[in-house]
């Protein structure tokens, strides 16, 4: 919303205090299948993250919806193959054992990663000149995964620059400079890694 510059208000629930959500908001949400993230303009509301990004992509030249049905499946794969990522990573973080499945993760991602890196290779952004909403997640994945692992791009040339890029984006530069900004809490409280505010 930043980047299309959109304005918006923000609301977050406290882990400790959930009863907001699932007493106050959830049931007068008005929505069919209520859940956060939500997103409500005037009396338009809907949820699913995904969704989300995609409504907010096509008020903007994001996600444009092409003629092509092969060029639209690409950018549906893109999204789904960086949601992957997403969600591994997500995987690690929430539960037991984090330790032990970060030897896994560490083994397996960066060379899920290198495949990345290599489109990247001829590419400005993942789908080639354009930025789209698939870009947006992916950044915020990456960031994710470096808090975590510092040097898990050292190999990966092409994704540095590419999120060297994508940071240096005026309308992305600025939000990153704001206190709107924050680094950390990453995931819920209950999360292993990346629950506090570090
Ligand atoms: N597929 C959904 C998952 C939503 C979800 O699991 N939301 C969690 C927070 S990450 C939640 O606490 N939902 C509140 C609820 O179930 O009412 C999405 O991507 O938006």
């Not at 699913?48 to 444009?64: D, T």
């Not at 060379?111 to 993942?126: H, Y």
Request: proline fraction near 6%; charged fraction near 30%; include cysteine.
């Amino acid at each position: 919303m930043e980047y299309l510059g959109l304005p918006y208000e923000t609301k977050s629930y406290e882990y400790d205090a959930m009863t907001e959500w699932f007493e106050e908001d959830k049931p007068k949400l008005g929505a069919d299948f209520p859940n956060i993230p939500y997103l409500k303009n005037g009396d338009f509301v809907f949820c699913q993250s995904v969704a989300i990004l995609k409504y907010l992509g096509r008020k903007g030249v994001l996600y444009p919806a092409l003629e092509s049905p092969e060029e639209m499946a690409q950018l549906e794969a893109l999204i789904d193959t960086v949601l992957d990522v997403r969600m591994g990573f997500a995987f690690l973080c929430y539960g037991d054992g984090f330790e032990t499945k970060k030897i896994d993760f560490m083994d397996r991602v960066p060379k899920k990663l290198a495949s990345f890196d290599k489109r990247l290779s001829t590419r400005k952004w993942l789908n080639g000149e354009n930025l789209f909403i698939g870009d947006f997640q992916f950044w915020s994945t990456l960031d994710f995964m470096e808090c975590m692992e510092p040097k898990m791009y050292e190999n990966l040339p092409n994704l540095v620059r590419y999120k060297k890029d994508f940071e240096a984006i005026p309308q992305v530069a600025k939000y990153l400079a704001s206190d709107k900004f924050k680094k950390f809490p990453i995931n819920g409280k209950i999360a292993a890694w990346g629950g506090n505010a570090e």
